[in-house]
């Protein structure tokens, strides 16, 4: 398991809070997250709607419904399933690097949906960088390609005494 970094962590509150328009509540960052109300929040201002119901009071087991609904729609908002934290990783407070680390990756996805125009988490994402050849160009190639393949004439794979598909009883 990873170490926590406070600095990350902080990072994180500030970047959840700044999206909510609302100002950081004081406490240990696991406390403040633990009940999945903030990150309910947080889904649906990413994603209106994502989370319908979030339990704002109740017991463990509907707090933890909290988590697992905030889960559902980052996975379906396009974090990739194994960057997502357990819902233990929070509650029980298992892994919170790992809670950390998956909300980098939220703030990572954030950069892919142009209707997002809040603030940013994490190291911007790399713009597509599509490159278009003449046809000019793409044929000065081909003669460097048959220079190296004229190489190998003569190699061949004959005789080769390599694997075979079948089995010798």
Known sequence: MAPRNKEQEQEVLNWIFA??????????YEDILKDGIWLCKLANKLAPGSVKKIQERGTNFQLMENIQRFQAAVKKYG???EEIFQTADLFERRNIPQVTLSLYALGRITQKHPEFTGPTLGPKMADKNERTFTEEQLRAHEGELNLQMGFNKGASQAGHGGFSNTRHM
């Open 79 to 81: 974090v990739p399933e």
């Open 19 to 28: 999206v909510l328009g609302e100002k950081v509540p004081s406490g240990q």
